[in-house]
């Protein structure tokens, strides 16, 4: 194992050059790798916090006791039936919304090419409306509706924003559009909505983690494990398309194929996500680009954002449980106050930076 420093973008990396036996080889960005360490280890402490909240409360050590199977029967019962499922759907849905907003902002080239601003988590949210709307369909209906809406989105995008190959401020503006129209849509559907179905509609709109349990986490544990791996194995190729798509076709990329590859991993990822736990807001824009800071490395960063997203998730369900009293909000309430001070910071550092 050799170990080298890089200069660049007035940071120095750290670089680790590794060789196996066999002869594979790979580089390992330390700064990085500590940051996913960290990142991760928030991720688990949030997570054991959640579980021990509650009525019931229990301490860390509790939690961690229980997990290793050493706790009574009414702690296993509360921790491995009620709290854990509801944990492990927000790591996932945190993951997967974390990896598709970097992706989409690495194809658009743009900070602001999140799902969010592109117009997928609003097709969700069409989808799941019109399956509670139109249908009164029960709980797996509406998830399954809200994945087919957030896909047709995609396509629908993609197809909108093609000539002669997708480039970036096209898609983000058909992307705007998209969302724009898609919102319109959502609102209409509440309005011919009986009351009953208007508030669980509204209920589903604002993303919430309560009342999660195993039935959302083995299907997001599939796709997750299937598609995250899937994005990963592509991110060499996605960090030659930053370069623009000229660089990359000389580079060996073959770019319209792995945009599209990418795209599809992503936006059924922002799907599923969405149908496990409703539209969670901005944790797909913010995850991407605070993973970036924190690692100063170059590239789309997935690993840091996938772990990112997963974090900032179970924090702001930690906040939205415990930091207003007696009175427990959804999360996607706090994600959304949180993302668009983000936002906002963002616009006004963009600005300038004269990139707006």
């Not at 007035?10 to 050059?17: D, E, F, L, T």
């Not at 916090?49 to 290793?68: H, K, N, Q």
């Not at 974390?98 to 949210?125: I, Y």
Request: aromatic residues 6%; proline residues 3%.
């Amino acid at each position: 194992m050799k170990t080298r420093t890089k200069r660049g973008a007035g940071a120095v990396r750290s670089v680790c050059a590794v060789r196996t036996g066999g002869g594979l080889s790979f580089r390992v960005d330390v700064r990085a790798l500590v940051v996913i360490v960290v990142i991760a280890a928030v991720a688990a402490g949030a997570g054991v916090v959640l579980i021990g909240s509650g009525d019931y409360a229990m301490t860390p050590g509790e939690v961690v006791s229980t997990l290793f199977g050493h706790g009574t029967f009414q702690q296993e019962f509360i921790v491995t039936d009620l709290r854990l499922p509801r944990v492990l759907v927000g790591l996932l849905v945190g993951a997967a919304l974390g990896v598709g907003g970097a992706v989409f902002q690495t194809v658009s080239r743009n900070p602001l090419g999140s799902p969010d601003v592109l117009g997928f988590g609003q097709g969700a949210t069409v989808g799941a409306l019109t399956v509670i709307v139109l249908f009164q369909g029960g709980a797996a209906a509406v998830a399954g509706g809200a994945v087919v809406g957030g896909l047709l989105t995609g396509v629908a995008v993609y197809l909108l924003a093609w000539k002669r190959g997708v480039h970036g401020y096209r898609l983000v503006l058909v992307g705007i559009g998209a969302a724009a129209m898609l919102t319109a849509a959502a609102q209409y559907l509440i309005t011919k909505a009986n009351l009953v179905d208007a508030t669980r509609a509204v209920v589903w709109m604002t993303g919430s983690l309560d009342g999660r349990d195993w039935a959302q986490v083995w299907p997001l544990l599939v796709v997750c494990g299937l598609f995250i791996p899937m994005v990963l194995g592509h991110g060499r190729a996605l960090r030659m398309m930053e370069m623009g798509d000229d660089a990359a076709y000389a580079l060996g990329v073959r770019v319209e194929r792995t945009r599209l590859v990418l795209m599809g991993c992503a936006v059924l990822l922002v799907a599923v996500a969405t149908a496990a736990a409703g539209p969670i807001a901005f944790v797909s824009l913010s995850a991407p680009q605070l993973a970036r800071r924190l690692t100063r490395s170059p590239g789309p960063n997935l690993a840091p954002a996938a772990f990112m997203g997963a974090a900032l998730l179970l924090v702001a369900d930690w906040i939205a449980m415990d930091a207003f009293g007696d009175r427990q909000l959804p999360v996607g309430v706090v994600t959304g106050v949180l993302g668009g001070c983000y936002l906002l910071w963002l616009l006004v550092s963009e600005r300038r930076a004269g990139r707006i």
